[in-house]
């Protein structure tokens, strides 16, 4: 099983990047999935939800209309559109397969660093 993750980097305030999440050795389709990011000496932070189908999304307040999640169960691969970054989004995105009953899969994290 892997997640792997990509598309972070370092970017100026007020610009955009699209993380995305390559998956494999499972079953993605039939996973929720989700981004959580760890600023650095923070904990985890929930990001964004998704559903197995994509049809339905959820996001924190903190990134709720300047983040889309969606996903293309044909490419096992799910996505993170980040516009409008400020400073405070700075921090390692990782995403996370979840499905009742199974223990969740875990990427390896990209780092985002959102500076001027």
């Known amino acids: 099983v892997q997640l792997v993750e990509s598309g972070g980097g370092l970017v100026q305030p007020g610009g955009s990047l699209r993380l995305s999440c390559g998956a494999s050795g499972f079953t993605f389709s039939s996973y929720y999935m989700s981004w959580v990011r760890q600023a650095p000496g923070k904990g985890l932070e929930w990001v964004s939800d998704?559903?197995?189908?994509?049809?339905?999304?959820y996001y924190a307040d903190s990134v709720k209309g300047r983040f889309t999640i969606s996903r293309d169960n044909a490419k096992n691969t799910l996505y993170l559109q980040m516009n409008s970054l400020k400073p405070e989004d700075t921090a390692l995105y990782y995403c996370?397969?979840?499905?009742?009953?199974?223990?969740?899969?875990w990427g390896q994290g990209t780092q985002v660093t959102v500076s001027s």
């Open positions: 998704i559903n197995s189908g994509g049809g339905s999304t």
């Open positions: 996370v397969g979840r499905k009742v009953g199974a223990l969740p899969y």
